[in-house]
């Protein structure tokens, strides 16, 4: 998983500390980059029901940017991580979903 840390280093060192929805989307291209690494691991392949399940339920209750509140998920998860260890899983299982919600195309 050493890849997909630098990766998420890079976007982290790359934000501002408050990001805001364009500030995300001006890093699409890194994050969908990041997502295909997180989506290849074992971790989310043996996680992908409950990924799906999740998303949907996810979709359902989002009130407000889905994009932001995927973000804001995705920092509390990695903030509240007891360890490294779910820390690095917390990236994996939830970069995809901030990448879902970014819109088509590049954006650079």
């Known amino acids: 998983m050493g890849i997909i840390r ?11 500390d408050e990001a805001t929805e364009a500030d995300i989307i001006a890093l ?12 290849r691991t074992e971790l989310f392949k043996h996680s992908q029901e409950r990924y799906q399940s999740f998303k949907e339920e996810f979709e359902e209750n989002s009130e407000h940017s ?10 509390n998860r990695i903030s509240q ?11 994996v299982l939830c970069v995809p979903l901030v990448a879902e919600f970014l819109p088509e195309g590049d954006q650079q």
């Open 28 to 39: 699409a291209h890194q994050f969908k980059d990041l997502a295909r690494l997180c989506e």
């Open 81 to 91: 991580a007891p360890t490294s260890y779910h820390m690095q899983g917390a990236v």
């Open 66 to 75: 889905k994009l932001m509140q995927a973000w804001i998920w995705l920092i």
């Open 6 to 16: 630098e990766k998420m280093i890079a976007i982290f060192d790359t934000l501002p």
